[in-house]
């Protein structure tokens, strides 16, 4: 009873390092930057929140039919259940266009 009673707390001591994630083990002569690799891991993680705030803006080049233009609190305009605010949008070597880019609804 007492031996089974250590190995089940040994068992459990060791369950949480089994999901502490990846280790890598490497020797000694071969090079690291551990600065290289924390600023990998941040150009990565800022890459993955750039996708995620593209993903959540909605950029419209034309506004549905029937949306209607609401003048307060700013100009934008009201298209059933979505709102839309209109912002100058120029391309290098091109002239100014026009885009709508979707918003909360105003209060």
Known sequence: M???LIVLLLL?????????GQVVVRKSSEPFDAFAVRDKVLQ?????ESLRLQQQIQVLQALPIGCV??????RHYGCGAAFYRPY???ETG???SEVFI?????E
Do not use: F
């Open 12 to 20: 459990l001591l060791c369950l949480p390092l089994s999901w502490a």
């Open 44 to 48: 990565e993680h800022a890459w993955q």
């Open 2 to 4: 007492r031996t089974s």
């Open 69 to 74: 233009l609401i003048q307060r609190p700013y």
């Open 88 to 90: 100058h949008y120029q």
């Open 102 to 106: 979707q918003i909360d609804p105003p």
């Open 94 to 96: 091109k002239k100014s």
